[in-house]
């Protein structure tokens, strides 16, 4: 067993009253990868990170987390999802979304204080740190949801679209922040902004059903978003 792998997914297959939404999807995450994941809208990108998780069940197929080798329950992760899977009339604020990333962590209150401190620095939300999220811009919640991913300090951190609603120069920041955090975390980052991320990462899924994995010698992926084929160049 490849000590180095920290989740593995066999015979993955997921159906929703009979449509096929992914089809027979097999791979592994190893410790420092970065995995950039691409494709059409529709094509089980999303699902895909959420079996991965153990959000939801697959039809067919086994998720397995490793530590060392060994199988284990959990993993230290965190999660990024699409903002539109986020309730914005639930009655918290900035700090709190931010905060709720430390659930299970044993911290101090004044550790927790501290890092929610930090973090809402980090995101630039300071000024907004007592706001309710329905009160907030698309790109606000965004990165309040971003800090709650990180604040953790994961082994794993799964972004789905990170760069939706954040204007260009959070956009760039953005970019710098999962640079540096690729030093120390396993990524595996969902996007339709492929050429920046596409030259941080090490790996390149294309998910469309099924899975393709792009073994291009200098990890440049280029996805038509249309009814051609994705290619790998």
């Not at 297959?13 to 950039?36: C, M, P, Q, Y």
């Not at 000024?127 to 800090?147: E, F, K, T, Y």
């Not at 953790?152 to 939706?164: T, Y």
Request: glycine content about 8%; charged content about 25%.
């Amino acid at each position: 067993m490849d000590k180095n792998i920290i989740i593995s997914l066999r015979n993955i297959s997921k159906r929703w009253e009979h449509k096929e939404v992914l089809t027979d999807i097999n791979f592994d995450v190893r410790r420092g990868d970065f995995i950039a994941i691409t494709g059409p809208n529709g094509g089980g990108k999303t699902t895909l990170l959420r079996i991965l998780l153990r959000l939801l069940k697959p039809t067919e197929g086994t998720v397995t987390y490793f530590h060392d080798g060994v199988p284990v329950d959990n993993l230290s992760i965190g999660y990024l999802p699409q903002k539109n899977l986020i309730d914005s009339k639930f009655p918290i604020d900035v700090e709190e979304v931010i905060a709720s990333g430390l659930i299970g962590e044993k911290l101090s209150k004044d550790e927790v204080r501290t890092r929610v401190g930090e973090v809402t620095r980090l995101m630039g939300l300071e000024s907004h740190s007592r706001a309710s999220i329905g009160n907030l811009s698309g790109g606000q919640l965004q990165r309040a949801l971003l800090g709650r991913a990180i604040i953790s300090r994961p082994k794993l951190l799964v972004l789905d679209e990170p760069l939706s609603y954040v204007d260009k120069r959070f956009e760039h920041y953005i970019y710098d922040l999962v640079a540096e955090l690729s030093k120390t975390t396993t990524l595996l980052l969902v996007s339709h902004e492929m050429s920046t991320i596409a030259g941080m990462a090490n790996r390149h899924l294309i998910i469309d059903h099924s899975l393709t994995e792009c073994h291009s010698a200098h990890h440049h992926v280029h996805y038509e978003c249309d009814d051609e084929d994705c290619a790998c160049c």
